[in-house]
């Protein structure tokens, strides 16, 4: 038993041995070559240990570091009595690029007195009183202060300011040019001021304070098990959350009356790893590619059998992969010769899956170029609809400016004005929501809402058309039927489904409209009767600005823009719900499914 384990240790020692021989017979240029690419793969391989075992640690106890003084004095001067929170807060979370929030012992955030910061002041002119949003929180207002300003409203009770001047000093300055009739110029002297007595209103909503705050809320994350020395006295507790929408650090610190939960967003450490590598493999590239020059400059001392693998080498710069060298009478041509053919056989795989990565690219450009298209006509339709109305607006306004139109006649042109506008409006909110829907980053508002009582509000909506033209309703909708969808959305479905059946229905005919619910969807189909759809039609249906011929001579006061049909396929694909119009007999149906 023993002899065959003495001769396996004297095989492998030999084998050993032999490496070191070999070395020493090899051309100096060679043993060059070899001791450079073997220092340059150590050093790769020991700096990717080192950056994905010992990186990660090394970078986040330096973030903790650079944070902590900072984090210290925050905490301070929140616990100070004089200090206001809110000024506090703002300028830890500016200045660190974090969110800081205020809970209750149980991790649950307090709400603020105030969800804005404004300032009232008492025009000086009117003695009316105007409450101003603070547009820069770099000034701290005081009751008392005499102030010009420039504003512009808001909503109904609040005015944002384009400019702000306070005791002669230019406190803020927008750049917005303002017309007499957007904005105003009030002076007066601040009569109350509302601050926020801290940040949980802009940071509640937060996707990652909502993540952090559920974690800490949890039953199954234990704190206890982060605590650290806080000021040499105090326990407070910090980790790391690398679960997350986005890496941070999460710090808990209990003061005098409240819980303060500081999360500092950081960099991943998977990406910088992966750009330092990223930008070794150009340096280390450089490297071998100046290694292979190297031995290209040995190579051109050589004679006939080099020139023959060069002649080789010729070949493979044609992109002909199939020729091989065959030259061994030498160390340094065997070498040559084999390191050829591996490079040959590594360029005919490597061409291979480029033509293949290629063929993915080609059928991703053709996918890109028909969305390109579809913008493209998107663009030109919306410049095509848009000209009629401001033409007409243009001939309308300049009429009246030139007195053609005399001024009893004013007001209805002005009313047709407006009613172009309105409509131009409409379709320029429909674009924008379509373009919203297209964004992959765009998501839906979903709430639970009773699509039943919806569809019946709007039957109340159209009542006066539905019995102007005597249609016969036939209503087969089940109560409280419940969907998770956006309501808004959902709304202008049925809205424009409603909306096209009354249009394109002759009078006296019927329409029928169902709303069903079954065990993993919803159904919703609205019929009307009297009309059918060329197949022509449909194929372009719902292509935007496609419209319908008429196939009856009701008379309709306004046609549509075009876009309404498109808009409700882009709303059901975002549900992702299956649709579709189609003729029935002596009818259209228009339906859809929403999926539980």
């Known amino acids: 038993m023993m002899k065959p384990l003495k001769r396996v240790r004297e095989k492998v020692s030999s084998i050993i041995q032999f490496f070191p021989r070999l070395f020493r017979k090899l051309s100096i240029s060679t043993q060059l070559t070899i001791t450079i690419f073997l220092l340059f793969a150590s050093f790769f391989l020991l700096q990717s240990i080192l950056n994905n075992q010992f990186f990660r640690d090394y970078y986040v106890d330096r973030e903790f570091d650079n944070i902590q003084s900072d984090l210290v004095n925050y905490l301070d001067s929140l616990n100070a009595p004089d200090n206001d929170p809110y000024d506090v807060m703002y300028d830890f979370t500016q200045e660190n690029n974090a969110y800081s929030v205020i809970t209750d012992g149980e991790y649950r955030i307090l709400a603020s007195t105030f969800t804005n910061y404004t300032f009232t002041i008492e025009n000086q002119q009117d ?14 207002y005081a009751v008392g202060d005499t102030i010009d300003a420039t504003i512009y409203e808001y909503n109904d009770s609040l ?28 002076s007066g002297v601040v009569t109350e ?14 996707l990652l304070v909502e993540t952090e705050i559920s974690r800490l809320r949890s039953d199954a994350f234990n704190l206890s098990n982060h605590a650290y020395e806080y000021k040499n006295s105090e326990v407070a507790y910090w980790y790391r959350s690398n679960d997350g929408p986005e890496d941070a ?15 500092i967003p950081i960099a991943d450490t998977n990406d910088i790893v992966s750009i330092i590598a990223s930008y070794n493999y150009y340096v280390y590239a450089t490297a071998i590619a100046i290694i292979f020059l190297w031995s290209f400059r040995l190579s051109s001392i050589i004679s006939k059998p080099t020139k023959k693998i060069e002649a080789v080498t010729r070949e493979i710069a044609q992109l002909n992969f199939n020729v091989e060298a065959h030259e061994y009478n030498n160390r340094e041509h065997a070498s040559l010769s084999r390191s050829i053919n591996l490079i040959t056989r590594n360029l005919k795989e490597t061409l291979e899956a ?10 991703l450009y053709e996918e890109q170029s028909k969305q390109v298209l579809l913008k493209k006509r998107l663009v030109s339709s919306i410049s095509h609809e848009l000209k009629t109305p401001l033409m007409i607006m243009q001939v309308t306004i300049q009429g009246i400016l030139d007195d053609i139109i005399k001024s009893e006649n004013s007001d209805d042109e002005l009313e047709n004005v407006l009613d172009e506008i309105n409509k131009s409006s409409m379709m320029i909110q429909d674009m924008l929501q379509i373009y919203r829907l297209d964004n992959a980053e765009t998501q839906l508002d979903k709430s639970e809402f009773d699509i039943s ?48 059946a009354i249009k394109y229905t002759p009078p006296t005919e019927r329409i029928y409209i169902e709303i069903t619910e079954h065990k993993d969807h919803t159904y919703f189909e609205l019929t009307n009767y009297g009309i059918n759809i060329s197949n022509d039609e449909l194929d372009n249906i719902w292509m935007p600005f496609y419209r319908i011929k008429q196939t009856h001579q009701k008379a309709t006061r306004t046609k549509g823009s075009g876009i309404g049909l498109y808009l ?25 499914k929403l999926y539980h």
């Open 249 to 263: 650090l999460v710090f808990v610190h209990e003061l005098d009356w409240v819980w303060v939960v500081t999360i």
């Open 159 to 186: 005015y944002s300011a384009a400019y702000i001047n306070v005791e002669g000093e230019s406190i803020y300055d927008s750049n917005i040019a303002c017309s007499n009739d957007s904005c105003l110029t009030v």
């Open 354 to 363: 480029i033509n293949a990565k290629n063929q993915e690219l080609t059928e």
């Open 453 to 500: 009582a919806i569809t019946m509000n709007f039957l109340k909506e159209f009542e006066h058309s539905i019995k102007k033209d005597r249609f016969d309703l036939d209503i087969n909708i089940q109560d409280q039927v419940i969907v998770n969808a956006d309501e808004k959305l959902i709304k202008r479905v049925i809205s424009n489904f409603l909306t096209n």
């Open 127 to 140: 003695n009316v009183s105007y409450t101003i949003l603070v547009p820069e929180n770099t000034y701290d």
């Open 568 to 592: 409700v396929s882009e709303i059901l694909t975002a549900h992702e719900a299956d649709f579709g119009i189609k003729n029935v007999k002596n009818g259209v149906k228009a339906w859809f």
């Open 193 to 206: 001021v509302q601050k926020p007595n801290n940040l949980n209103y802009l940071f509640q909503d937060n």
